[in-house]
């Protein structure tokens, strides 16, 4: 496993601080690895998950797409582990305040999304954060949602003073990026169609069963290019200024 330090926490800079709704993003590790594409038919109702180029049996799929239909080509995108610091709370404070603030963050991720991911990474087989780790060289935090709720007490500052005080809250994320390193967005829904064997013999088993397989048109739909999972690492920071 890489050992990942945490990405910096944005600066209190100055006393008209307003800190943005997170940090830039820091990227862990990149990876080669391919999403599954959702294959439904378009004749018979069949639905299963493939690999997003012809001819490759993707991780845990039981059907191949053979083909695009009117030259579509593959997407372009690579998969990306990446951390970042999420804004939970902003407070500025003066003399004589002394706050207690009850804050909620959630963590992990529903059980929808973790359904959609795996399907997504072709992870059933080995679960989900077994197959982050084997693709990314990293642990992910793939419980699931959890709503927690803290306390935090602070002081004002002296005479004359503000005190900023901002919570933070890390963050990590698989997500598809495009050539110019932006997030991907993927074709619109049913935009996309393609030849599907359904059921390959000797490719991971037949979804008919006994070794049978047909063809069929598909539609091609990616389940998600982008998955958060809020961390447990909650981080309070603050800075006293002199009043101008």
């Not at 990876?31 to 993707?58: F, Q, W």
């Not at 003399?95 to 959609?116: A, L, N």
Request: with cysteine; charged share 25%; hydrophobic share 35%.
């Amino acid at each position: 496993m890489i050992n990942v330090d945490l990405p910096e926490i944005p600066e209190i800079t100055s006393i008209n601080y307003s800190p943005l709704e997170q940090s830039d993003p820091e990227i862990i590790m990149r990876s080669d690895k391919r999403l599954n594409y959702l294959a439904k038919a378009d004749n018979r109702s069949l639905s299963t998950y493939v690999a997003d180029r012809p001819g490759v049996l993707g991780e845990g799929c039981k059907a191949v797409l053979r083909n695009f239909w009117h030259d579509v080509v593959p997407s372009n995108y690579h998969l990306v582990l990446r951390q970042y610091w999420k804004l939970l709370a902003y407070e500025l404070l003066e003399k004589g305040d002394q706050d207690s603030w009850e804050k909620t963050h959630s963590t992990g991720i529903s059980i929808k999304d973790t359904q959609e991911i795996t399907a997504s990474l072709g992870a059933e087989s080995k679960g989900l954060n077994a197959s982050i780790s084997e693709t990314f060289s990293h642990s992910v935090d793939t419980s699931q949602t959890n709503s927690v709720k803290n306390t935090y007490k602070v002081d004002g500052p002296e005479e004359g003073h503000v005190k900023i005080w901002v919570l933070w809250q890390l963050v990590k994320e698989i997500v598809a990026l495009d050539e110019n390193g932006e997030v991907f967005n993927p074709p619109a829904r049913n935009s996309i169609k393609g030849d599907v064997t359904w059921g390959v013999s000797g490719l991971g088993g037949s979804i008919f069963g006994g070794g049978s397989s047909a063809v069929s048109g598909a539609y091609l739909n990616y389940l998600t290019v982008r998955q958060v999972f809020p961390s447990k690492v909650i981080k309070p920071v603050s800075r006293i200024f002199k009043k101008e």
